[in-house]
């Protein structure tokens, strides 16, 4: 599959022209697309059984989860996937939701640009039917190969849900960072409100740049102009995961290392199916 890829590559290299040929195979137009694999079963909720206390949860048998990813790279007015890959966890009584949707590849890719969008649905569900984190993984989609695609680099979703004490949106808010080599938002938190206290969903847009071999790197995450529903939404904090403490950068190698193979092995584009609760 690599030689395919490459070779396409020169092919659409040579026809753009040496001034928008990019190194190690980026092509400008490409749709970037995601794969969500790997969902963490175990982790801490925060806020139990009282404020400022964590409960560690192993739902190795009773998390509820579902993905679906997507691959195509038809793009909406507003330059981002028209269908993006959907991660789903929780139950009793409602399921959260991540939704990638991937960005298009600019002339320049070496500057930072619109690299996707995260929808984050929060809502309530037993504890032990939660996941805490899921890698995700990007590929771009290259123009005029019929469907191939060049590995972008896999990062951590780590998912961080608070027991809901507060009794106020931004204290009872759960939220994602996204964390990894390819990452430099990770201390970065992407807060969704309640659905049980009227939220109603987050956009985040992704920002990022290509890089080296290549890499994909979020370089900055805000709030998207346009949010789902009436409101209220959510807001991007300065907020930890509550995964645990963040490895060292050897660390997070390795690990990265072992998802890349696991990424190009994983490369069936077989739709798999919501698990239903």
């Not at 809502?123 to 590995?151: H, K, M, Q, R, Y």
């Not at 849900?161 to 106020?168: D, S």
């Not at 939404?233 to 890349?260: H, K, Y």
Request: proline share 6%.
């Amino acid at each position: 599959m690599r030689e395919a890829i490459l070779y396409s590559t020169i092919g659409l290299a040579m026809a753009l022209g040496a001034s928008e040929a990019f190194a190690e195979g980026i092509v400008p137009g490409g749709t970037i697309v995601g794969e969500f694999s790997m969902p963490s079963v175990v982790g801490d909720v925060g806020n139990d059984p009282t404020l400022g206390m964590f409960t560690n949860f192993d739902n190795s048998s009773t998390a509820s989860v579902g993905i679906v990813n997507s691959t195509d790279p038809t793009l909406t007015g507003s330059g981002f996937q028209q269908q993006g890959s959907v991660l789903t966890w929780g139950n009793n009584p409602g399921t959260s939701e991540l939704i990638f949707f991937g960005g298009q590849v600019p002339l320049n890719p070496a500057t930072p640009f619109k690299a996707g969008m995260l929808t984050y649905y929060n809502a309530d569900s037993a504890l032990n039917s939660l996941i805490f984190g899921a890698s995700l993984s990007l590929f771009e989609v290259l123009p005029g190969t019929g469907g191939g695609e060049l590995f972008l680099g896999t990062d951590l979703i780590l998912i961080s849900t608070t027991n809901n004490l507060t009794g106020t949106l931004a204290g009872d808010a759960d939220y994602v960072n996204i964390c990894g080599n390819g990452s430099q938002i990770c201390g970065k938190s992407i807060e969704a409100y309640e659905e049980s206290e009227g939220g109603t969903g987050v956009n985040a847009q992704l920002d990022a740049q290509i890089m080296g071999d290549p890499q994909l790197v979020y370089t900055h995450v805000a709030l998207s102009r346009t949010q789902p529903g009436i409101g209220p939404w959510g807001e991007i904090g300065d907020l930890p995961p509550l995964a645990g403490p963040i490895p060292e950068p050897s660390t997070w190698a390795m690990m990265l290392i072992g998802f890349v193979g696991l990424g190009f092995l994983g490369r069936s584009h077989t739709m798999k199916a919501r698990v239903a609760a």
